[in-house]
Nanobody, 122 residues
Framework: QVQLVESGGGSVQAGGSLSLSCTVSGLTLRHYVGWFRQAPGNEREGVAT????????YYADSVKGRFTISQDNAKTTVYLQINSLKPEDTAMYYC????????????????WGQGTQVTVSS
């Protein structure tokens, strides 16, 4: 059974940093894990994805240089480090998993966590 559980969200001031965690279970090494975000009234946006097998990473252009996705050596936790936070980063952040190649398209991910809220104040 696949499970993904996010943690680490919170309220921070602009310019600050947060580290989100996604604890995963039931995945194979062929799965990719991605981080997505959704602000009220907006579509769910893919921000970063990582290959569990190779550690290859993919980023949305809008977050390159500020967001870093990584995983622990045991491959049980996927992290999203967010630096230089901006008010427009305010959203619910979700981790998700898919089997196969890297993608930032939410429609291609079949397994989802419940999300963790990130709120950035100016």
């Amino acid at each position: 059974q696949v499970q993904l559980v996010e943690s680490g969200g919170g309220s921070v001031q602009a310019g600050g940093s947060l580290s989100l965690s996604c604890t995963v279970s039931g995945l194979t090494l062929r799965h990719y894990v991605g981080w997505f975000r959704q602000a009220p009234g907006n579509e769910r946006e893919g921000v970063a994805t990582i290959s569990r097998l190779f550690g290859t990473t993919y980023y949305a252009d809008s977050v390159k240089g500020r967001f870093t996705i990584s995983q622990d050596n045991a491959k049980t936790t996927v992290y999203l480090q967010i630096n230089s936070l901006k008010p427009e980063d305010t959203a619910m952040y979700y981790c998700a998993a898919r089997y196969g190649g890297g993608s930032l398209d939410a429609r291609e991910f079949g397994y989802w966590g419940q999300g963790t809220q990130v709120t950035v104040s100016s």
